[in-house]
């Protein structure tokens, strides 16, 4: 059993710069892939990055690509999501999701889901 908390929301405005980090409980971190994925208010979970056990391995969606960064500290059991150049529209609840069995942006994959933390990004 994995249990993941999330942390590091909040209120900023555009153009700032917040940085999430998920903290993980349970044995074999180290083997999970790790993600980030959002949902905003009427709309769909969506994939925002995921990192590969080892860390060697990143993806990003498209729409924060080059703004955001996933990154892991497997001896901390934690993964953080680096976010530069906000905008209103990456407005949503964040959570943190563990997969032990593949890599990819299908919420499918990943079965360990924290409980959310917002950003809310004014213009």
């Known amino acids: 059993q994995v249990q993941l908390l999330e942390s590091g929301g909040g209120l900023v405005q555009a153009g700032d710069s917040l940085r999430l980090s998920c903290a993980a409980s349970g044995r074999s971190f180290g083997s999970n892939t790790m993600a980030w994925f959002r949902q905003a208010p009427g709309k769909e979970r969506e994939f925002v990055a995921c990192?590969?056990?080892?860390?060697?391995?990143?993806y990003y969606a498209g729409s924060v690509k080059g703004r955001f960064t996933i990154s892991r500290d497997n001896a901390k059991n934690t993964v953080y999501l680096q976010m530069n150049s906000l905008k209103p529209e990456d407005t949503a609840v964040y959570y943190c999701?563990?997969?032990?069995?593949?890599?990819?942006?299908?919420?499918?994959?990943?079965?360990?889901w924290g409980q959310g933390t917002q950003v809310t990004v004014s213009s």
């Open positions: 999701a563990a997969s032990r069995s593949g890599y990819g942006a299908s919420t499918a994959l990943y079965t360990y």
């Open positions: 990192i590969s056990g080892g860390g060697f391995s990143t």
